[in-house]
Antibody, heavy 121, light 107 residues
Framework: EMQLLESGGGLVRPGGSLRLSCAAF????????MTWVRQAPGKGLEWVSG????????NYAGSVKGRFTISRDNSKNTLYLQMTSLRAEDTALYYC??????????????WGQGTTVTVSS | DIQMTQSPSSVSASVGDRVTITCRAS??????LAWYQQKPGEAPKLLIY???SMISWVPSRFSGSGSGTFFTLTINNLQPEDFATYYC?????????FGGGTKVEIK
């Protein structure tokens, strides 16, 4: 069973940048697609971005397209989310999650505990 | 983009009750639907995938059904540990989308 540990969250000013990381343990990371999901305070879940097992296919929510970049390093068992041009509405708890398939269009069967991003001046 | 609509947004129920949550997709997603449970302060957990396939840890009082655009999650004999928020998610077309969530509260 894969364990996931996010890091890199923090307080950033509007317009700023941040890179989130998600370290994976306990399963073959390179076999599975990975996804970022966020949850604004008191709100529901929002799918942010997904990447295929090999990293060759990426997808984004319209709200972050052009500002966020998902990537992975299978040699380091790590997923990343580079966030730029951050806005107040990006404030959320960011979860990384493992897909059940090599492609990112799958149910998410393992989740980290999340890392908090706060965008405020 | 496919929109997912859950109802109700909240439900009050007692231990032992049956609760049914519905999820509608704005277009046909076949059976590519998942259900998650989230308790306060915790990450979501996958309950059901492919509309009706249960994850191993999930008690048999949970069941999922549906296909196309209409899906249901049913909890029979509600237990104290089932009070949580439940989300559906379509897993067929990017951007993947979650429903707005259904909070199951204690009556």
């Amino acid at each position: 069973e894969m364990q996931l540990l996010e890091s890199g969250g923090g307080l950033v000013r509007p317009g700023g940048s941040l890179r989130l990381s998600c370290a994976a343990f306990g399963a073959t990371f390179s076999n599975y697609a990975m996804t970022w999901v966020r949850q604004a305070p008191g709100k529901g879940l929002e799918w942010v971005s997904g990447i295929s097992a090999g990293g060759g296919s990426t997808n984004y929510a319209g709200s972050v397209k052009g500002r966020f970049t998902i990537s992975r390093d299978n040699s380091k068992n790590t997923l990343y989310l580079q966030m730029t041009s951050l806005r107040a509405e990006d404030t959320a708890l960011y979860y990384c999650a493992k897909g059940g398939l090599p492609t990112a269009d799958s149910a998410l069967d393992a989740w980290g505990q999340g890392t908090t991003v706060t965008v405020s001046s | 983009d496919i929109q997912m609509t859950q109802s109700p947004s909240s439900v009050s129920a007692s231990v032992g009750d049956r609760v049914t949550i519905t999820c509608r997709a704005s277009q046909d997603i076949s059976r590519w639907l998942a259900w998650y449970q989230q308790k306060p302060g915790e990450a979501p957990k996958l309950l059901i995938y492919s509309a009706s396939s249960m994850i191993s840890w999930v008690p048999s009082r949970f069941s999922g059904s549906g296909s196309g655009t209409f899906f249901t999650l049913t909890i029979n004999n509600l237990q104290p540990e089932d009070f949580a928020t439940y989300y559906c998610q379509q897993a067929t077309s990017f951007p993947l989308a979650f429903g707005g969530g259904t909070k199951v509260e204690i009556k």
